[in-house]
């Protein structure tokens, strides 16, 4: 093959840690690790931030515009075709001056859970984000799960989805004694990181941490923005805000249990950084969670919280099977790499292109 130019939207990499933020960066940093074919333009209204390799074949091309609705659907696509791409990537939305273009699909927990989203957001993805996938030469998602529920609802990309999986946050790594009192923080404690959305259902973690027996010396540490979802953060839980990675994988390291309530995801990003960190995770059944959890977390099917708090009891209780469950998460962790998201990307645009 020809060497070709893609153009991604790079636009999240380099702001506060989401999601979004972790998949770009890890993407580019693997793609600059693996032998390859392509040339890659990565297009940001921003300068091209630290984390950021130097690598001659990712030019980063700081394209300014502070419309993002306008630099999305006009300035990007024409900007990247006066280039001389072959393809664009972008994520959820692909405007349709893009001639040839690859869209990342998280997940389509808006139309699996429309009510987890503000009547505006829910109404802007509905909108856009099946168009801009039938639009797509290629769609990536995160899991086969994902994947899945993508068909149910769009039959119609039943030939052009691809599953590529993700992995933690380049600055996720395990602390060796790590020293929380800094931050506050009392051991032993329960944690859970994210932004509370109502999808995330934080809310069953807190009720199920007010019943654990009194006997139990364990608080919950709640980290990430609170968005708008306003359940009060009270009792035996309290929220620390946004933490740098640094301080995130002090907690992952220092905290006897991780919890992952979440509704739906679809990968679920947090399972493999407690992984990383050593930290024991209880997770809910909630989308792609069990698929990324394997062997190496405790898997809840119920949304009760008498439930989860017995599970959560049973557990510190054991501390040989926390242990296990340890072992087995650096096992699982392992599996998950940038290199082959970036591996599996390109075939991606190789289908596209042919």
Not at 19 to 30: A, N, R, S, V
Not at 35 to 46: M, T, V
Not at 224 to 243: C, I, K, M
Request: charged share 25%; glycine share 6%; net charge positive.
């Amino acid at each position: 093959m020809n060497e070709s130019i893609i153009a991604l939207d790079v636009r999240t990499v380099g702001n506060r840690k989401t999601g979004d933020t972790t998949y770009w960066t890890g993407l580019i940093h693997g793609l600059s690790h693996i032998g390859s074919d392509f040339r890659y333009l990565l297009y940001s209204n921003a300068p091209k931030p630290a984390e950021i390799p130097e690598h001659e074949r990712l030019r980063w091309i700081e394209l300014p515009g502070r419309n993002q609705r306008w630099w999305s659907i006009v300035s990007f696509p024409l900007a990247a075709r006066k280039a001389g791409a072959s393809l664009v990537h972008t994520q959820y939305n692909l405007s349709p001056l893009a001639k040839a273009g690859v869209t990342t699909i998280h997940d389509i927990s808006f139309l699996i859970g429309p009510e987890w989203f503000k009547p505006r957001d829910r109404f802007l993805l509905r909108r856009f984000v099946p168009a801009s996938a039938r639009r797509a030469k290629r769609v990536i998602t995160v899991s086969e799960t994902s994947k899945r529920d993508m068909l149910k609802f769009m039959p119609v990309l039943e030939n052009k989805i691809s599953v590529t999986l993700e992995a933690c946050g380049l600055g996720i790594h395990r602390v060796e004694n790590p020293d929380v009192a800094r931050l506050g923080i009392d051991r032993p404690f329960l944690l859970t990181v994210g932004t509370r959305w109502p999808r995330k259902n934080m809310k069953l973690a807190l009720e199920a941490v007010e019943l654990l027996s009194q006997s139990l010396p364990h608080r919950l540490a709640v980290t990430g923005h609170p968005a708008w979802d306003n359940e009060a953060v009270q009792g035996r839980s309290f929220a620390t805000g946004y933490l740098s990675d640094g301080d995130l994988c002090s907690l992952y390291s220092a905290a006897d249990l991780y919890l992952a309530p979440s509704r739906y995801e679809g990968f679920g990003l947090t399972l493999p950084e407690a992984f990383t960190c050593g930290c024991p995770v209880l997770c809910s059944s909630g989308g792609a969670l069990p698929e990324v959890a394997g062997d190496a977390a405790e898997i809840e099917t119920t949304w009760d919280p008498a439930h989860w708090a017995r599970t959560i009891e049973a557990l510190i209780a054991d501390s040989s099977k926390l242990q296990a469950m340890r072992q087995k998460g650096f096992d699982r962790a392992r599996k998950f790499t940038w290199e082959n998201t970036a591996r599996q990307t390109e075939e991606a645009y190789r289908e596209a292109l042919r």
